[in-house]
């Protein structure tokens, strides 16, 4: 028979002790958390001393970290000297850049990505997903109104695919996501929870209410060991980059089936989703991956800048770009440069100092 231990079992002074050794150990990780930031003064900075600061992100295999310490690299035999500001991440740097803003205060999230320093400067120019800087441009995805960053320009557009692939654990034998609501099966689906994704979900009537109502659940991508029967990404890649990784992780830990999408929902997609087109992933991609299948991906990380630059500053970034090209293929994502595609982004203007070089050389026909 069970029974409540006495009181007597547990004294005073021991759940006091115990109660301190808690706090005490709070209060040192919220000291290792404080110490772990620093603001770092960088001088003088700007385009008219050869010292713009870039936003870029975190040092640890961030797409725009190793694009940050590309154009850092490829700029200095031109006497530039960059400085790379590694947490105007996330959705930040179009308006930090559009605005000539400073840095935001470090939080937990940059630091165990590796950024410990944040510049106390404005942003002169930065890197950014294609997407992001043409919904900035235009005022976003939902409300025309929010962020709406007309001053934005483009300097160049470097290729970087990554694709959109549902992938369902095989023991489940789903073949089709339409299974799911038409035998009303109780899965796990994990996702983004992008554009892209949501498009998926809701051609299949697979919302949060619909899943819940017989059982299923909605989550996001998270843990290598995350539970779930179905995952929908459309950032599929190989890459070890923070933002991919957990698909190598998934794909390997789990005997994924990839799923072949609705042709309507891969037009719809075409045609009403920023950044993505029609495609086809390749076999191998990942662990799994055993076939050609049809989809849509998304390819471009955006350097750009204010319209209000130097027109040379804009001239030399795109010239250092091209010719230190070669070097894009050493980092943990392989990027391209495409010389039909680098001075575009969807309406995104190109800046005239960018546009100046890219006619000089003979990539935009006069």
């Not at 031109?78 to 740097?93: A, K, T």
């Not at 998934?250 to 075409?270: H, K, T, V």
Request: charged share 20%; glycine share 8%; proline share 5%.
């Amino acid at each position: 028979m069970n029974k409540s231990l006495p009181k007597s079992s547990f004294p005073p002074i021991r759940r006091w002790l115990m109660y301190t050794l808690f706090a005490f150990i709070l209060l040192l990780l919220k000291i290792n958390y404080i110490f772990a930031q620093e603001t770092i003064d960088v001088g003088v900075t700007g385009w008219d001393v050869k010292r713009p600061v870039l936003a870029s992100a975190c040092p640890h295999g961030c797409p725009w970290g190793e694009l940050g310490e590309f154009v850092q690299e490829a700029m200095e035999p031109m006497d530039y000297e960059v400085i790379l500001c590694r947490n105007c991440n996330y959705n930040l740097g179009p308006r930090i850049v559009a605005t000539k803003s400073y840095p935001p205060e470090l939080n937990e999230d940059m630091i165990r990505s590796g950024t410990t320093q944040r510049v106390n400067a404005t942003i002169d120019f930065g890197i950014t997903s294609s997407i992001q800087l043409t919904n900035a441009y235009n005022g976003g995805v939902n409300d025309p109104g929010e962020y709406h960053f007309s001053n934005l320009r483009l300097i160049a557009h470097i290729e970087d695919p990554s694709y959109l692939l549902v992938g369902v654990r095989k023991e489940t034998g789903i073949t089709s996501l339409s299974q799911i609501k038409e035998k009303r099966l109780p899965v796990r689906i994990i996702t983004r929870g992008g554009d892209v994704e949501n498009a998926v979900l809701n051609y299949y009537g697979l919302t949060q209410k619909a899943l819940e109502s017989w059982g299923g659940s909605l989550g996001s991508v998270g843990e290598e060991d995350a539970k779930f029967d179905v995952i929908v990404g459309g950032n599929a890649s190989p890459s070890q980059n923070p933002e991919c990784s957990y698909w190598t992780a998934y794909s390997y830990n789990n005997n994924l089936y990839f799923l072949d999408l609705a042709e309507e929902l891969l037009e719809q997609i075409d045609n009403d989703v920023t950044g993505y087109e029609r495609t086809v992933v390749r076999w191998g991609l990942l662990r799994g991956v055993d076939r050609a299948i049809p989809t849509v991906a998304r390819s471009g990380q955006a350097i750009f800048a204010r319209d209000d630059i130097p027109e040379q500053a804009a001239y030399d970034i795109a010239k250092a770009i091209d010719t230190h090209r070669s070097g894009l293929k050493w980092y943990i994502r392989v990027y391209t440069y495409d010389s039909q595609s680098v001075w575009k982004n969807d309406d995104v203007p190109l800046h005239p100092g960018a546009e100046r070089y890219y006619r000089e050389i003979g990539y935009i026909p006069y």
